[in-house]
């Protein structure tokens, strides 16, 4: 494909995420399927393809931490020093959302899981579109997809190339979600998800075991919950998980 049809194609999924419609994307761990997070019609479009109830809200890609202005609280010390070690990668943090975050992502509890994916297909769309929730890329209940074949197989009859003719046409009928294919990815291990959200901002827990262990998280944070007078993530220790 030509710089130029990597142009156009970018566009197209673009310009369809920003009229509420929906995208596969590739990222550092699984393919996923996402929308622009502050639509709040394309955010329940997105849980109905998943086959999720509003119970699960999405997480929240973004270029980059800039993105989180207006988006979540204050950062911990925590998440700061997280952002720094691993980001991008494969890592999602679970903050307090900001107190006047009108969109509707699901039941939050006010909080809102967020994480900026190393790759560069997601990051180029991200900058352009702004932050998107984005959840695996497969029905609830079912194997993550690696690979765009698989993408395009969990949601039979409504996946379009990007780069086909006719992927920007208004008219969905013979597909409403747009898939680009950026190749195989890493997976099928998913993001780590640790919640620094509330009394975890000194106090982190694991929400879900994934491509970074305790220990690597442990190296970061260790530090600066010992600072702040909090109990350090001692690698190898049991830590609290739902």
Same mark, same amino acid.
């Given at each position: ?82 952002? *720094? /070690?691993?980001? &991008? +990668? #494969? ?9 006047? !975050?009108?969109? @509707?992502? $699901? ?53 379009? *190339? /990007?780069?086909? &003719? +006719? #992927? ?9 979600? !747009?898939?680009? @294919?950026? $190749? ?53 220790? *049991?830590?609290?998980? &739902?």
């Amino acid at each position: 494909m030509t710089d130029v049809n990597e142009d156009r194609t970018l566009s197209t999924v673009v310009a369809h995420v920003r009229d509420g419609g929906l995208v596969i994307i590739p990222t550092d761990t699984v393919y996923g399927i996402g929308t622009l997070a502050s639509d709040a019609a394309a955010v329940a479009r997105l849980l109905a393809a998943k086959g999720r109830g509003r119970q699960m809200p999405p997480p929240v890609l973004v270029a980059g931490p800039d993105q989180l202005d207006g988006v979540v609280g204050a950062l911990p010390p925590a998440a700061q020093a997280l952002m *720094e /070690a691993f980001w &991008p +990668g #494969a890592l999602t943090i679970i903050l307090d959302a900001a107190p006047d !975050l009108g969109w @509707d992502l $699901g039941e939050t509890g006010g909080t809102i899981a967020v994480r900026m994916p190393d790759h560069p297909l997601a990051l180029e769309l991200l900058r352009a579109t702004g932050p998107m929730a984005v959840t695996s890329a497969n029905h609830t209940g079912q194997p993550p997809a690696t690979d765009a074949a698989s993408a395009r197989v969990a949601f039979p009859g409504r996946v379009r *190339e /990007a780069g086909s &003719p +006719g #992927a920007g046409s208004p008219d969905r009928s013979e597909g409403d979600i !747009l898939l680009l @294919d950026g $190749g195989a990815t890493p997976g099928p291990v998913p993001s780590t998800i640790v919640s620094l959200a509330g009394d975890h901002a000194y106090s982190p827990r694991i929400i879900r075991d994934g491509v970074l262990s305790l220990s690597q998280l442990a190296v970061v944070l260790d530090p600066v919950l010992t600072q702040a007078g909090a109990s350090p993530m001692t690698a190898g220790s *049991e830590v609290p998980r &739902p």
